[in-house]
């Protein structure tokens, strides 16, 4: 199981929203956590480091940052993202696709990389990405948002089948629908963030941890194919693009 205690814990992109709520709940469980962000703010109870995933240099300089101060560190979470909507008939939405690989994909790829070596030094740790239930079950507004995840996902699989033998343990959180950051204004199903925590850490604690962190909330998205629902879901899920301009 992923041990919540005594831990020493990165998470990138953990200023708000869903990383910030996890930070909390590792504090509160007695862990030492540092939270990354582009202009991170002092928090009770977190230590911040300056890191912005799109920028190679700066991830260099937060991981020699972090490590410094805290050479013990065991866990990394990687929850960097943006997700933004997307015309694929105007040629300009090439920026928003590069925006969101640069950031969500290859960002984490290289938050990973950056702090791959000392955990196999170490000898253990954990490593948790995230995707999403969209990996699973395009939102086809958010296209690219929906692809840098399904690519995270098979990262992941990927690392895990690398790092085997390391003692590092791979794990992959798959959020649906979270009430954070407008959410809940646009998606009245959208989950309310702590119950959606109650449940990440209960499944955290199992053992042996999953390799994909799944609450119930998001089965209908990770389940739509052998379920035999994804065509009539993808179908709904498309009455979006009618809020696209000149649509």
Do not use: C
């Amino acid at each position: 199981m992923v041990e919540i205690t005594n831990r020493t814990v990165l998470i990138v992109g953990g200023t708000s929203g869903i990383g910030r709520g996890l930070a909390q709940r590792f504090v509160d469980a007695g862990s030492t956590v540092i939270v990354g962000g582009r202009s991170p703010e002092p928090q009770d109870g977190l230590e911040t480091v300056r890191i912005e995933v799109t920028d190679p240099d700066s991830i260099l300089r937060a991981r020699d940052e972090v490590l410094d101060a805290h050479p013990d560190l065991d866990v990394v979470v990687t929850m960097s993202g943006v997700m933004l909507t997307e015309d694929l008939r105007d040629p300009a939405h090439i920026a928003t696709t590069e925006t969101t690989i640069t950031t969500n994909l290859l960002g984490t790829i290289r938050v990973i990389d950056a702090f791959t070596p000392h955990l196999i030094a170490r000898g253990s740790g954990t490593i948790l990405t995230v995707s999403s239930g969209i990996a699973f079950l395009p939102f086809p507004l958010m296209p690219t948002y929906g692809a840098s995840k399904a690519g995270v996902h098979a990262y992941t699989e990927s690392l895990r089948a690398q790092l085997a033998g390391t003692g590092i343990e791979v794990a992959e959180l798959v959020p649906p629908a979270v009430a954070t950051a407008g959410q809940e204004k646009v998606n009245p199903a959208a989950l309310p963030l702590d119950a959606y925590l109650d449940e990440v850490m209960g499944l955290l604690a199992m053992e042996p941890t999953a390799h994909e962190i799944l609450v119930k909330g998001v089965f209908m998205h990770r389940w739509a194919e052998r379920d035999g629902t994804y065509a009539e879901l993808l179908e709904r899920r498309s009455q979006a693009l009618n809020t696209l301009p000149n649509r």
